[in-house]
């Protein structure tokens, strides 16, 4: 039964090509835990938690205002958390991905929605409670970011499906614009 609530994030949605290399890299390292499915592959630009459905065009509008120009991302380093948490990070942080968290952030907080107060670190997680983290994996994956996107995490009997809700592509020839305040 539909309820009135959706488990909302915005994201970068890992390419088909690059989720392939990546996935067979990932399996290759054999590190046991959860692997993230490859359908599920992202990065997340701002996690809005719990929404109300009623909200979604709003939400979907506020996306479409973005105006911001593709940019590559470089996923050369592997990093780590609690829980036997692995993901992939840049080693450097591109200016327009900055300038796109950064504008899709204060458009979300002038809506009136909440976000993480934890400073924003990209990263595309691979694996959960994984038993080891290798110290010698050399990651270098170059992402072209041409499109973000609205999903929808939703808990089903086969697992967790993160669900679009829409994308909106980003346009060559637009400079990114910063706006004081916006994360480096
Ligand atoms: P990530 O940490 O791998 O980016 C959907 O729940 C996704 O939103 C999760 O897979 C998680 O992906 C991301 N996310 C970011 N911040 C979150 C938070 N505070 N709580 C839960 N999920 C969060």
Redesign the pocket.
């Known amino acids: 039964m539909p309820t009135d609530t959706l ?1 909302l ?1 915005f ?1 970068l949605p890992c390419p088909a090509e690059l989720t392939t290399a990546i996935c067979t890299w990932r399996d290759g390292l054999a590190l046991g835990g959860k692997p ?1 499915a490859a359908d ?1 592959l ?3 630009l ?2 809005l ?1 719990q929404q109300p459905r009623a909200r979604l065009e709003e939400l979907q509008l506020l996306a479409a205002g973005i105006e911001a120009p593709p940019f590559e991302l470089h996923l050369d380093r592997l990093g780590g958390g609690r829980r036997g ?1 692995l ?1 992939l990070e840049p080693s450097r942080m591109p200016e327009p991905l900055s300038v796109l968290v950064g504008d899709l952030q204060q458009r979300l907080l002038a809506a009136g929605v909440t976000l ?1 107060t ?1 400073p924003f670190r990209a ?3 691979l694996i959960r409670h994984a038993g080891a983290r290798p110290a010698e994996a050399a990651p270098d994956f170059a992402w072209p970011v041409e499109r973000f996107a609205l ?1 929808a ?1 939703e808990t089903t009997a086969r697992g ?1 499906r ?1 669900r679009e809700l829409g994308n909106w592509p980003l346009e060559p020839g637009l400079q990114p614009l910063r706006r004081p305040g916006t994360p480096r």
Do not use: C, I, P, Q
């Open positions: 488990r994030f994201a993230v599920n992202h990065l997340t701002a996690f938690g948490l993901w993480d934890r990263h595309l997680t999903y995490s967790v993160h």
